[in-house]
């Protein structure tokens, strides 16, 4: 069961790995970032751009914030083109991601969600507590691949360890 603390802590674990990423990710060129390296959504570019548009849409499912442009999963990886664009939208959903998470009560992580899912196209109905855990869930998966591209391509993206964070 996760709590408001919970929320907390990983929104704000979430803004630290997604600094620590885009500072690796910004000292590539471009045609690196955009690099085939075999990952789920293959490029880092790619893989990050998946990130933000899922969260957008989670978020707007939880928290009622703006819903994006509407695309299925795989138009999500170009949601972005441009790098600072992408660099600039992960910097402002991380603000709003960590402003929610600053002021979720217990009523927010109580009851369900119904939702539709494009991914499986259906409507869905889950509880609020599961959805909102998948949304830090879904970030720790691929941005464990982003960790992991970077490091391949030789920009470091620093500790990914929640233990290490130094904002808790």
Same mark, same amino acid.
């Given at each position: 069961?996760?709590? &408001? ?12 790995? %997604? ?5 690796? /990710?910004?000292? #590539?060129?471009?045609?690196?970032? &955009?690099? %085939? ?13 998946? #990130? ?10 939880? @928290?009622?914030? /703006? !819903? ?9 990886? @170009? ?44 409507? #869905? ?8 855990? =998948?949304?830090?869930?879904? =970030? ?6 982003? %960790?992991?591209?970077? %490091?391949?391509?030789? @920009? ?8 290490? !964070?130094?904002?808790?």
């Amino acid at each position: 069961m996760i709590s &408001r603390n919970f929320v907390r802590q990983l929104a704000a674990y979430n803004a630290w790995q %997604n600094d620590n990423q885009y500072a690796g /990710a910004s000292r #590539l060129s471009e045609a690196e970032r &955009r690099r %085939n390296r075999g990952a789920f959504f293959d490029p880092i570019q790619a893989t990050l751009n998946d #990130l933000i548009w899922a969260e957008m849409i989670w978020m707007n499912r939880i @928290a009622e914030t /703006a !819903m994006p442009v509407q695309v299925g999963v795989p138009e999500s990886v @170009a949601r972005f083109e441009d790098w600072p664009t992408l660099t600039r939208e992960r910097l402002w959903f991380d603000k709003v991601i960590v402003y929610w998470a600053s002021g979720v009560s217990d009523s927010v992580l109580t009851g369900e969600l119904t939702l539709f899912s494009s991914a499986v196209g259906c409507e #869905l109905k889950k509880p609020r507590r599961s959805c909102i855990r =998948h949304v830090f869930d879904h =970030h720790t998966h691929h941005g464990g691949q982003v %960790n992991a591209m970077l %490091n391949a391509a030789g @920009a470091k993206s620093g500790d990914a360890d929640l233990a290490l !964070m130094t904002v808790i």
